[in-house]
């Protein structure tokens, strides 16, 4: 089946849930057009890698796999590209489809799994195969009706090697005599011959797998490291040597002051890339060699992590935790009480860049019980809940505040933690130190949720133990310069895990240690270890990625015993029997620690509330609908009319 028709027969399979999904992952407006047709949806699909609210919501799982199948793509083509405008025009005229540039390419299902070094039956098989179905239902791959898969357009282009590497015969046609001399002496080789005889026996050996394999196996493991990186993904050494332009690649005597980089110069495994260029690459026959030989990198869940027990760490024991916990959730139900109170009494004015004045952050702080984070933290979560929202330069009570008056405290707490994770790195009005500023374009920064990551790591730590580190006093040894502690550097890479994306964003370290000051002012965290709220709203978020106010039944039945609210025995409909909490607040991690959270992978329509039994109370929520969720439903309006009811 040709992609676009394999493209329509997979959309026109999915749920108006689902397509409502893709839809809000397209660029603002485009679906908004009074004479959108499924086309519309069909032609912007798979053009883009990179689409908001789609890519983010991707796990570092989720990266390695569409890493390892564009990998595996570029491998059955011999990592060649067409990168040049005359060779696309020639091929063209030839009517032959150049690589990548009209058919993308596609993968076998079978053989993607083997990539992942998962083709055996396992664990390893079932998460990648759960990873690899979250990808389809969010059309970063989609079936080809023939076991396989096809690639988005511009996969190559976000996910592929950089260029096409240069061969063998042109790489060492880069070097100088001398230069090429000292690769056949380093190979056992004759080093006295002429040109053509030493580059035709150099060029016989690292066109040979199995000797390049045998160079790869001699590497000390750092070299090794550094060669993967050249292999998979293209990376370029910089020699930092005078190179005169066009003239040929003189390796000095003494080497270039880099042992390592020496070590894999001498044996061939990097050369000059061109003849303009002072950067080494690896050659194509000799990364072929090594990519065929070694699987993808494929990490279905965070590093494990073994934690410091509670009890060394506080007297009683996990009973501390829980009171830590009960005191923090009581200190939020006051707060959210008279925050409401402040907002309606006098409406905080606003700065003309759309953030609090600093007066205003003050009276509402003493609002929250003198504590910044908290009042930062409700403001925030109050704007994804739809409670509060800008108007003639200040922010206002909209009408979901009367309803949320009606709805008891622990139903507040749970909505309120659940808002909390939804909330993105760039502030909405009240942004912290660390926060990143808003972007008024259309790059990645800003949007990637280190809440909702840090939320999802929670239950990566085992019951009764602890990370070892506290919020504030990590922010304190952060600012005098101090390494991070081993738990905390176990957190920041778990978080990373869950949002690859803030990687390599600055002030990823500091917005981190934020979010878990944050969790610790919402009985999240206490001590370091996860608390019983924390655990339901760790499973939460492994769930669902939109943060709409549902007030989950677990997480406020976990509010609720927290409290020390009377709660019959039995709870609500399955909050013992659901495979998350027991009686005891400890909580069964088993095969859903690696559960992902786009769809797929788990019971059908979990994340749109269609498997928790719930029903009708499921759609209503709190009894209105937060701007995420209104816009959410308007897109399924406009799924059914595009693709009409009996198709969805």
Not at 171 to 198: H, K, N, Q, S, Y
Request: with cysteine.
């Amino acid at each position: 089946m040709d992609r676009r028709a394999a493209l329509e027969s997979h959309v026109r399979s999915m749920p108006p849930e689902r397509i409502a999904d893709l839809l809000a992952t397209l660029t603002e407006g485009v679906v908004r057009y009074a004479r959108a047709t499924p086309q519309t949806l069909l032609h912007l699909l798979p053009l883009l890698a990179y689409r908001p609210r789609a890519f983010e919501r991707l796990t570092l799982a989720h990266h390695q796999v569409i890493y390892a199948a564009v990998g595996l793509a570029e491998d059955q083509n011999d990592l060649r590209t067409v990168d040049d405008q005359e060779q696309f025009r020639q091929a063209m005229l030839r009517r032959e489809a150049p690589p990548y540039y009209q058919e993308p390419g596609r993968v076998d299902h079978e053989a993607l799994l083997a990539k992942l070094d998962a083709d055996r039956p396992g664990l390893a098989r079932v998460r990648a195969e759960e990873t690899i179905a979250d990808l389809v239902a969010l059309v970063f791959l989609w079936p080809d009706g023939e076991g396989g898969y096809h690639l988005l357009d511009d996969a190559f282009d976000q996910f592929g090697l950089p260029r096409e590497p240069p061969s063998v015969a042109k790489g060492l046609g880069e070097f100088d005599f001398a230069g090429v001399r000292r690769i056949a002496l380093t190979l056992g080789l004759d080093p006295t011959g002429e040109w053509d005889a030493m580059t035709d026996e150099v060029g016989a050996v690292l066109r040979t797998p199995e000797r390049v394999r045998s160079l790869f196996r001699d590497a000390q493991h750092d070299v090794v490291h550094q060669l993967l990186g050249y292999a998979f993904l293209g990376t370029e050494a910089r020699t930092f040597l005078i190179r005169a332009a066009g003239g040929p690649f003189h390796f000095p005597a003494d080497g270039t002051g880099d042992p390592d980089l020496d070590w894999a110069i001498e044996r061939g495994l990097l050369m000059p890339s061109d003849a303009l260029s002072d950067r080494l690459v690896m050659p194509r026959e000799v990364a072929l060699a090594i990519r065929r030989a070694h699987p993808w990198p494929f990490n279905p869940a965070p590093q494990a992590v073994v934690g410091v027990p509670v009890e060394r760490m506080m007297p009683g024991g996990g009973s501390d935790v829980a009171e830590g916990s009960r005191r923090a959730l009581t200190a939020l139900a006051g707060a959210d009480t008279r925050l409401l109170a402040a907002c309606a009494e006098r409406p905080p004015q606003l700065r003309k860049d759309g953030l609090l004045m600093k007066r205003e952050r003050k009276r509402l702080t003493k609002a929250a019980g003198r504590d910044e984070d908290l009042a930062r933290v409700w403001v925030e979560a109050a704007a994804v809940l739809g409670l509060l929202d800008h108007g003639h330069g200040r922010i206002v009570l909209t009408e979901r505040a009367e309803i949320w008056r009606e709805h008891d405290t622990e139903t507040r707490l749970a909505a309120l933690l659940e808002a909390w994770t939804g909330t993105e790195d760039a502030a909405w009005c009240w942004p912290s130190p660390e926060s990143p500023p808003r972007s008024k374009g259309r790059d990645r920064n800003g949007r990637a949720r280190v809440r909702w990551a840090l939320a999802g790591s929670l239950n990566h730590l085992p019951w009764g133990t602890s990370t070892g580190v506290v919020g504030h006093r990590l922010l304190a040894e952060r600012a005098q310069g101090q390494e991070l502690r081993t738990g905390a550097q176990w957190l920041l890479a778990a978080v990373t895990w869950y949002q690859p994306t803030v990687e390599t964003e600055a002030g990823t370290e500091g917005r981190v240690i934020r979010a878990l000051c944050e969790a610790e002012a919402l009985g999240v965290v206490y001590g370091g270890a996860t608390t019983e709220v924390g655990r339901a709203l760790s499973e939460h978020c492994r769930r669902s990625w939109e943060p709409w106010p549902r007030a989950d039944g677990e997480l406020v039945a976990s509010v609720r015993r927290t409290l020390g609210l009377d709660w019959s025995e039995e709870g609500p409909q399955g909050v013992w029997g659901s495979g998350s909490a027991g009686p005891e607040g400890r909580y069964d991690r088993g095969e859903r620690a690696g559960r992902t959270v786009t769809g797929q992978g788990r019971e059908p329509g979990a994340e749109h509330g269609e498997a928790d039994g719930t029903g009708a109370g499921r759609e209503r929520g709190l009894g209105f609908a937060a701007p995420g969720e209104e816009e959410h439903r308007e897109l399924r309006e406009v799924a059914r009319r595009l693709f009409g009811e009996e198709w969805t």
